[in-house]
């Protein structure tokens, strides 16, 4: 039994830095996920998938093939398109999830028209997103470096930003801090997103946002426990996805994803706050 | 205009949206520990005024001064745009009321604890310190963000419509606070409807009808015929209103709407 859950992870470098990989995600971008659905924003993720196409087109077109200057084109495309809706959804009639489907939209036929400039039939989307397995020493370092830099910015930002959640007009009455908490967060997002992308994929960096904090919502009531909880839901995940990936010889991306969306299901029927549970309960009342 | 120092003076204020003015030409005083209601029909321009002294809504023309540092004002709005499907807690609510304090970063000791707890049990939700915000009720909800209000701590306190939609024992108990509030020397801008209690409590009262109509006390304010003036208010904006001349030393830019 201790072999059969260990020893891959024992025997093989790959397999460990595979999981080190996908705790360094949990760490990070699960928090984000947390806010990110408590904000309406869950679709944000795909969103930024495409708006980073124009700044990564653009890398390729001057740098070639290099991972480190389509990241960063990528980041400066994710950016301006997050802040842009951002600013346009602050001082607009527009709402967030408009004006941010406006900008992606206009970012990724930008990018479009970049790719077929360069003449290149080369999918570029495809070499852009990556596989967990596969991780070098530099992606790892990468992904490292954005769930530091995500936990500290999270925290020195978390008491604000809870309020801009809550109470956003409360917050700005009694602070100048809400622009920073709104754009503070954008900033996180974006830099986690797309070096998720560029380090795991597509999948893999939207996925292990999400599906953690939805699941999340139906065990903790606090944002706290919250996050807590999506946590361990995504270190979960991570570990048993990796096991069935090396067992049944299934890519590890899906299988991880897969584990997070099975636990998502079982949380939305058999959660505290579950169908089934809630069925239960319904069917006696408290006296008071 | 009286003795004492002013908390707020308001000198020729027009507030407005898109060039129409929702206040018009405004002038007044509020002395430092006065408790004035601010009365008037819908779309008086009631709301604009606090929204005004707040700075959300920037003058047309004319000059807000508050002596009183942004710190230590307070406002309720009308609809308090609050998440109530935001996970968190009454008590972490009502903590936010402790920002002034302890900002971004600093912790909370225990005798923040007690305070947001004595709050708490003062608006009379003692129990209700761990549910969600989600599960309180739109009343208890109004007296969470009483307590808040208390914890702010705040020298001028803006209240937009505090007892809509609350029952008469909630709003007489707010109202005790209020007058609480004001012993202590606070200022208190409240705007309502209910005629009666504004007779009952606040000594003096601000009639409005996008125009001034009425300022001082109560008793004199709220007169048949000055009531009877607020009402015949337009409401509409007129899309065809000429642009204001009134006073020939300023330059006018917000449309003129006719008062008939």
């Excluded at chain 1, 077109?61 to 084109?73: E, P």
């Excluded at chain 1, 754009?183 to 992308?197: H, M, R």
């Excluded at chain 2, 899309?239 to 006018?252: K, L, S």
Aim: charged share 15%; net charge neutral.
């Amino acid at each position: 039994m201790f072999d059969l859950l260990f020893s891959p992870f024992v025997e093989f470098a790959f397999m460990r830095r595979a999981l080190v990989g996908c705790l360094a995600l949990a760490l990070g971008a699960t928090p984000i996920g947390i806010f990110l659905m408590l904000r309406r924003m869950s679709l944000m993720g795909d969103a930024m998938s495409h708006a980073v196409l124009p700044g990564a087109a653009f890398a390729y077109l001057i740098s070639g093939l290099s991972l480190a200057a389509m990241t960063v084109g990528g980041i400066i495309a994710g950016l301006t398109v997050a802040l842009l809706s951002g600013v346009v959804a602050r001082t607009t009639v527009l709402r967030e999830d408009t004006s941010l489907a406006a900008f992606y939209l206009i970012s990724l036929a930008l990018g479009v028209l970049l790719v077929s400039l360069g003449g290149n039939s080369i999918d570029l989307l495809h070499v852009l997103f990556g596989s967990v397995l596969a991780l070098d020493n530099a992606t790892l370092y990468l992904v490292a470096s954005m769930t530091t830099i995500t936990i500290f910015a999270l925290s020195l930002i978390y008491r604000p930003l809870v309020m801009e959640c809550v109470d956003a007009g409360y917050l700005r009455s009694v602070s100048q801090l809400s622009p920073v908490a709104h754009y503070g967060f954008l900033v996180l997002v974006v830099i986690n997103l797309v070096a998720g992308f560029h380090a795991l994929g597509t999948l893999m960096a939207v996925g292990i946002m999400i599906l953690p904090a939805a699941a999340a919502r139906f065990w903790a009531r606090n944002i706290g426990t919250m996050i807590f909880t999506a946590v361990i839901i995504a270190v979960l995940a991570g570990y048993s996805g990796l096991l069935l990936s090396y067992y049944a010889g299934v890519p590890s991306g899906p299988a991880i994803i897969l584990m997070l969306g099975a636990i998502y299901i079982f949380s939305i029927l058999f959660a505290r706050d579950g169908v089934i549970t809630q069925r239960l309960r319904t069917t006696r009342h408290l006296e008071a | 205009m009286t003795d004492c120092q002013p908390s707020l003076c308001l000198s020729n204020v027009t507030l407005g949206y898109d060039q129409h003015p929702a206040v018009h030409h405004l002038d007044m005083d509020v002395p430092k520990g006065q408790l004035l209601a601010i009365v008037g029909p819908n779309g008086s321009g009631k709301s604009t005024l606090l929204k005004g002294v707040m700075g959300t809504v920037k003058p047309l023309e004319g000059k807000i001064i508050i002596q009183t540092p942004r710190s230590a004002i307070a406002y309720l709005p009308q609809q308090a745009d609050i998440d109530r499907s935001f996970p968190i807690s009454l008590m972490d609510m009502v903590a936010m009321g402790l920002w002034h304090r302890h900002g971004a970063y600093r912790g909370f000791g225990r005798g923040c604890y007690q305070a947001v707890q004595q709050a708490i049990a003062r608006v009379g939700l003692r129990g209700f310190e761990k549910r969600p915000i989600g599960t309180l009720s739109g009343g208890q909800l109004q007296r969470a963000l009483f307590a808040r209000l208390i914890l702010q701590d705040a020298d001028l306190v803006l209240l937009d419509e505090p007892f809509a939609a609350i029952d008469s024992r909630t709003a007489n108990d707010l109202m005790g606070l209020i007058l609480e509030w004001n012993k202590a020397g606070k200022t208190i801008l409240a705007v309502t409807h209910d005629l009666h209690q504004v007779r009952q409590y606040f000594p003096k009262t601000l009639l409005l009808a996008r125009e001034l109509v009425a300022i001082g006390d109560t008793s004199d304010v709220l007169s048949a015929v000055n009531l009877l003036r607020a009402q015949t208010l337009t409401e509409a904006f007129d899309d065809d209103a000429h642009v204001c001349q009134r006073g020939d030393e300023h330059r006018h830019i917000h449309h003129h709407d006719e008062v008939a």
